[in-house]
């Protein structure tokens, strides 16, 4: 049974990563969140980690007295995150923090020879070719966890090494899916945080919503699997029953389908290549009687434009665009903005910011973080006015 550290363990993906580990009883090696203090201490009791890190420094005195009388090593911030990503007892690592912040982290653990279980997507859009050039150099695998990668991961098994022609990433549309610009003028998070398929966290929901995921994802895609944008055919399919699908020279098409229920994927990541029972019901293809497929709608979801654009011009422009989105999303959920000035900040930031090639990673972090205060710096205005 591999070892496992969870880095984002208090979350929607890492609470579910932990009834899986549990249900297979694989030890955990690390545990890490950013300030939920109680069920990080509560899942610490619970699985025996050799260390924790909070992010949030200040409320390490609080972990602390919860831990009191465990040998558990406590550990904050950005250090105690890559400490983590880096224990020798490791064999894989989980990373479902959310946000760019993950990649640093990812780095890391690659660098220390790792195996990584990936649902941090932002961590290969910002940084892809970083990430995946760091993991060919040290010959680490990369397990997807976002659903639609971890079915192409799927499809791909036994395929002996023959060439994809074409990717179909299947996407659900989203709260919103059929609306026009004029419909989502007034839309609030609370309307925005109720996805139709998926219970996830706030900013992959808001990602969600704003069809922002999908094009964070066709970014994914194009790390994870070495493809050219245009090998790429987002496809909305509302049921999320198929996860996506892979087509071959022969115009074979295999895709993989189940309930949405991110254990399925969560599992394979962290099994592979096992296949286990898994803490799911099965699929019911009667149930839902029908499937249905439809074309994305670029006209009315801007960000999911500005994710195409952004990496069909490549260097550092998806970097930005992924931060401005990140603080975006974040002024959004905060009711500073609307929604849709969430695609409006994100392509003036890609627009308006110097763009470049990818050598290193605080070049990556230097672009997030001018595309965040770019962001900030135009709503701040916006108020004062
Ligand atoms: P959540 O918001 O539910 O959870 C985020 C987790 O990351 C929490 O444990 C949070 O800790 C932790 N975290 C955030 N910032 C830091 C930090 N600086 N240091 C350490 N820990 C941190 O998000 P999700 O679980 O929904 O998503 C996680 C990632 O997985 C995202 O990249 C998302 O896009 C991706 N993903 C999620 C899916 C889903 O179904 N949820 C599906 C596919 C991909 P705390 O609780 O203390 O805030
Ligand atoms: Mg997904």
């Known amino acids: 049974m591999k070892k496992v550290a969870i880095l984002g363990s208090t979350g929607s993906i890492g609470t579910q990563a932990v009834e899986v580990i549990q249900k297979h009883g694989m030890q955990v090696t690390a545990l890490a969140a950013h300030s939920n203090v109680k069920l990080l201490a509560e899942q610490a009791m619970q699985l025996h980690p050799a260390a924790v890190c909070l992010y949030q420094a200040e409320k390490l005195p609080e972990l602390a007295e919860l831990l009191k009388g465990t040998s558990i090593e406590l550990l904050s911030g950005m250090d105690g995150l890559c400490r983590i990503a880096q224990m020798p007892e490791n064999d894989i690592v989980?990373?479902?923090v959310v946000g760019m912040v993950g990649l640093l982290p990812t780095l890391k653990a690659i660098e220390a020879g790792k195996d990584i279980a990936l649902a941090n997507k932002e961590t290969l859009v910002a940084g892809g070719s970083l990430v995946m050039e760091a993991a060919r150099q040290r010959g680490v695998r990369i397990f997807p966890v976002d659903s639609e990668h971890s079915a192409v991961f799927q499809c791909l098994q036994g395929n002996d090494g023959n060439r994809i022609?074409?990717?179909i990433l299947t996407a659900s549309g989203g709260p919103f899916f059929g609306k026009k610009k004029a419909d989502l003028r007034h839309v609030t998070a609370a309307d925005a945080l109720k996805h139709p398929n998926w219970d996830m966290g706030s900013k992959i929901t808001i990602d969600s919503a704003t069809m922002m995921n999908k094009g964070l994802e066709f970014i994914e895609a194009k790390w994870l699997f070495d493809l050219t944008p245009s090998q790429i055919e987002i496809v909305v399919h509302r049921q999320s029953v198929l996860h996506s699908a892979v087509e071959f020279e022969d115009h074979a098409v295999i895709g993989q389908m189940g309930v949405p229920d991110m254990k399925i994927p969560i599992q394979y990541a962290l099994?592979?290549?096992?296949?286990?029972?898994?803490p799911t019901r099965p699929l019911s293809l009667t149930d839902y009687g029908t499937l249905t497929f439809e074309k994305p709608d670029l006209e009315t979801f801007d960000c999911l434009r500005a994710a195409?654009?952004?990496?069909?011009?490549?260097?550092?422009?998806?970097a930005i665009v992924n931060g401005a989105n990140e603080e975006a999303v974040g002024c959004f959920l905060r009711d500073e903005i609307g929604f849709l000035e969430i695609g409006t900040l994100v392509r003036e930031a890609m627009e308006n910011l110097p763009g470049g090639e990818v050598h290193t990673y605080e070049e990556v972090l230097a672009a997030d973080q001018a595309a965040r205060a770019y962001v900030r710096e135009r709503v701040s205005a916006a108020s004062a006015r």
Do not use: F, Q, V
């Open 94 to 96: 989980l990373n479902s």
């Open 271 to 278: 099994l592979y290549p096992e296949r286990k029972p898994c």
């Open 165 to 167: 022609r074409k990717m």
């Open 308 to 318: 195409l654009d952004a990496i069909a011009e490549g260097g550092l422009r998806p």
